[in-house]
T-cell receptor
Framework: KAGVTQTPRYLIKTRGQQVTLSCSPISGHRSVSWYQQTPGQGLQFLFEYFSETQRNKGNFPGRFSGRQFSNSRSEMNVSTLELGDSALYLC???????????FGNGTRLTVT | DQQVKQNSPSLSVQEGRISILNCDYTNSMFDYFLWYKKYPAEGPTFLISISSIKDKNEDGRFTVFLNKSAKHLSLHIVPSQPGDSAVYFCAASVGGSNYKLTFGKGTLLTVNP
């Protein structure tokens, strides 16, 4: 069974631009979560989607948004990029709320 | 305000010995705790979890201990192997689920042959 796939693996953007990251969950997993990993803050929860609905949201500004499609694939968007948005963005999927999260390998975003 | 703290950024042990990774939390609402392992250039992988109704959970070489009164948990790896060298993250949640996890900053474990 294929794991969680995140594209692209690396991105370089300029301050003020916007970016869209993509995540394909494990087949059959309907929940997708997004996390931001930075050296200073560790992994921080961004949001979680289930059946195209956002169920949980972390403490991030409105510049960070996401969505989930009917095939459970998910995208997250960051608008008006700031230098501090440089991070590894991790997507995770799970079968249900009591099943472990399966993480993808992440998208490394660098904002210059 | 960091609700899950891993105060040791790194730990080095000899192969075959015990590795003990520690984690403290401040939010008394947390009732489910997990450990994840992360290799470079890969996403975290789930290791072991424990519910607040237990004080110990074992899975092979990995054991997690929970001390609710001290708001402290630890991961024991016995015996340690070079392949265990990775960053270990402690995580916690409310409501016994895997959603909206609060992670610590991680501890880099190095197991020397």
């Amino acid at each position: 069974k294929a794991g969680v796939t995140q594209t692209p693996r690396y991105l370089i953007k300029t301050r003020g631009q916007q970016v869209t990251l993509s995540c394909s969950p494990i087949s059959g997993h309907r929940s997708v979560s997004w996390y931001q990993q930075t050296p200073g803050q560790g992994l921080q929860f961004l949001f979680e989607y289930f059946s195209e609905t956002q169920r949980n949201k972390g403490n991030f500004p409105g510049r960070f948004s996401g969505r989930q499609f009917s095939n459970s694939r998910s995208e997250m968007n960051v608008s008006t990029l700031e230098l501090g948005d440089s991070a590894l963005y991790l997507c995770a999927s799970s079968l249900n709320r009591f099943s472990p999260l399966h993480f993808g390998n992440g998208t490394r975003l660098t904002v210059t | 305000d960091q609700q899950v703290k891993q105060n040791s950024p790194s730990l080095s042990v000899q192969e075959g010995r015990i590795s003990i990774l520690n984690c403290d939390y401040t939010n008394s609402m947390f009732d489910y705790f997990l450990w994840y392992k992360k290799y470079p250039a890969e996403g975290p992988t789930f290791l072991i979890s424990i519910s607040s109704i237990k004080d110990k959970n074992e899975d092979g070489r990995f054991t997690v201990f929970l001390n609710k009164s001290a708001k402290h948990l630890s991961l024991h790896i016995v015996p340690s192997q070079p392949g265990d060298s990775a960053v270990y993250f402690c995580a916690a949640s409310v409501g016994g689920s895997n959603y909206k996890l609060t992670f610590g900053k991680g501890t880099l474990l190095t197991v020397n042959p």
